[in-house]
């Protein structure tokens, strides 16, 4: 191969390996962040399923290993080291079967964390504390606040919680609150009572006076909505992981024709740090 393939398929590999550190930070942040947030329905998820944690983990370290390698790749291409570009190889080729791990991981669980899901928030539903400062309610509410639902099948979810539904006034959860197109977007948390509905008793009154027919709340449930989020969101990770797959045989399949075609090597062309 002439001295100019060498080049071109040495500054390719280059911006392949640059390419890499920049998605090894998003794989990074992505398993980070499904770790940190505990505002949110992913709160709710980790609740659910164990493995997402294993799946996030699995993603930081691909992340940061990718990173690292991304910039050894850098490296070696640069300076035509076959030690580093052999190593490249071995370790992209490592990086690419745990991903492929990760994202089958992700895919024949989700099924299961759906089904368990709806025990997780009927649980979490019938347990809700007004006034206590959790995690998982939190992640609730504003599932609840920025789906505009309400309960998991139907608001009739809320009539599991005691200490709700033993209220002498209409009481209602303050995230399901209807909210017009002007309404706030700050996510209200517990329960609140409302001011304009006359709370009197319907039936036998064995629920007191808190009757939900007259709760001023969305009707229908989160399930839909948060099975189609998974979906979406799904789709979306997979494909992440299928581009940086692709990216990654494209830099091993030049890794070894620079390595195939660097015949000497000078190591003290390698910055010493």
Same mark, same amino acid.
């Given at each position: ?7 071109v398929i /040495? ?20 398993? +980070? &962040?499904?770790?940190?947030? $505990? ?13 997402? @944690? ?11 290993? !990718? ?6 790749? #850098? ?28 994202? +089958?991981?992700f895919f ?6 759906? $089904? ?13 504390? =007004? ?5 998982l309610q939190?992640? &609730?509410? *504003?599932?609840?606040?920025?789906? /505009?639902?309400?309960? &998991? ?7 599991? @919680? ?6 002498? !006034? ?11 197109? =002007? ?13 304009? +509905?006359?709370? !009197? ?13 007259? %709760?001023?709340? *969305? ?9 189609? %989020? ?10 992440? #992981? ?14 070894? #024709? ?7 090597? =000078? *190591?003290?062309?390698?910055?010493? *740090?």
């Open positions: 191969m002439g001295s100019a393939c060498v080049k /040495k500054y390719f590999l280059f911006l392949f390996n640059l390419l890499f550190f920049i998605l090894g930070g998003v794989i990074l942040g992505f398993g +980070v &962040w499904i770790l940190a947030d $505990r505002s949110s329905f992913i709160s709710v998820l980790q609740a659910s399923s164990p493995s997402l @944690n294993v799946g996030a983990y699995i993603f930081i370290g691909v992340g940061a290993v !990718t990173m690292i390698m991304g910039f050894l790749g #850098c490296v070696g291409a640069v300076n035509e080291v076959r030690c580093l570009l052999g190593l490249y190889f071995a370790f992209l080729l490592l990086i690419l079967i745990a991903q492929v791990a990760a994202g +089958v991981l024949f669980n989700m099924d299961k964390v759906k $089904r368990e899901m709806g025990s997780i928030v009927t649980k979490l539903i019938r347990d809700y504390k =007004d006034g206590q400062e959790d995690s939190q992640g &609730w509410d *504003y599932v609840q606040a920025q789906g /505009k639902c309400c309960g &998991w099948v139907s608001f009739y979810n809320w009539t599991e @919680n005691a200490d709700l539904m033993n209220r002498t !006034t209409i009481t209602y959860p303050c995230s399901c609150e209807k909210k017009g197109e =002007d309404g706030s977007p700050l996510v209200k948390k517990g329960f609140c009572e409302a001011s304009d +509905v006359n709370g !009197t008793l319907s039936g036998n009154g064995t629920q007191g006076d808190n009757n939900p027919e007259q %709760w001023p709340v *969305y009707q229908q449930g989160c399930m839909e909505m948060v099975q189609s %989020w998974l979906q979406e969101n799904l789709g979306t990770i997979l494909g992440v #992981c299928v581009g940086v797959a692709v990216i990654e045989l494209l830099g091993m399949l030049l890794s070894i #024709c620079l390595c195939r075609n660097v015949h000497s090597e =000078d *190591y003290s062309k390698v910055p010493k *740090y």
